[in-house]
């Protein structure tokens, strides 16, 4: 039973515009959210968070909205640059555990 | 402040043996989550461990175990290797006091098994 859901296994976006990257929950309890970035043969490292009792978190050129109702969270990346190709990973929160997307590879086209 | 560590960073190995992988969590960090990562599958959560007790588990078989040292480093062993079991091994470190905290991960060992 996947709990969190990334439906898009890839995404190609022109540089300069803006990326939407999508997840979806099922488990209501989750109350804290992660998006992570990868690169090939590294960790994962940790780009933006957002606790449920908000609805967006902005840092720089990434934002995070949480649609409590609709279980949805989406990552946006503006203005997207070359250094953003990766795979980026949703993950959630509740009781005491993260539980991670699949993951969307994200392609910037120069 | 130094990052997660893992060692070694790659391993090849054949059925049916057994290997041990090893993390060092970020100073001061106190829980340690193991995750296997596979081509389509993302990441799967193996364990948890904080102040040297498993806190959590995933849904892996027994051949997967742990353990975690008085100063957090943990350790991931595999036993009776599987040619299913190739993949990457990725470690990340939190303050602990509380699951499910933002993780910071170490760079995996790659695990092929032939």
């Known amino acids: 039973d996947q709990q969190v859901k990334q439906n898009s296994p890839s995404l190609s976006v022109q540089e300069g515009r803006i990326s939407i990257l999508n997840c979806d929950y099922t488990?209501?309890?989750?109350?804290?959210f992660l998006w992570y970035k990868k690169y090939p043969a590294e960790g994962p490292t940790f780009l933006i968070s957002i606790s449920s009792i908000k609805d967006k978190n902005e840092d720089g050129r990434f934002t995070v909205f949480l649609n409590k109702s609709a279980k949805h969270l989406s990552l946006h990346i503006v203005p997207s640059q070359p250094g953003d190709s990766a795979v980026y990973f949703c993950?959630?929160?509740?009781?005491?555990?993260?539980?991670f997307g699949t993951g969307t590879r994200l392609t910037i086209i120069p | 402040k130094a990052g997660v560590t893992q060692t070694p960073r790659y391993l090849i190995k054949t059925r049916g043996q057994q290997v041990t992988l090893s993390c060092s969590p970020i100073?001061?960090?106190?829980?340690v989550s193991w995750y296997q990562q596979t081509p389509g599958q993302g990441l799967q959560f193996l364990f948890e461990y904080f102040s040297e007790t498993q806190r959590n588990k995933g849904n892996f078989p027994g051949r997967f175990s742990g353990r975690q040292f008085s100063n957090s480093r943990s350790e991931m062993n595999v036993s009776t290797l599987e040619l299913g079991d190739s993949a990457l091994y990725l470690c990340?470190?939190?303050?602990?006091?509380?699951?499910?905290?933002?993780?910071?991960f170490g760079p995996g060992t790659r695990l092929l098994v032939l």
């Open positions: 990340a470190s939190s303050g602990g006091d509380r699951g499910g905290e933002t993780q910071y």
């Open positions: 993950a959630a929160s509740a009781n005491e555990k993260l539980t």
């Open positions: 100073s001061g960090h106190r829980s």
């Open positions: 488990n209501s309890m989750f109350d804290y």
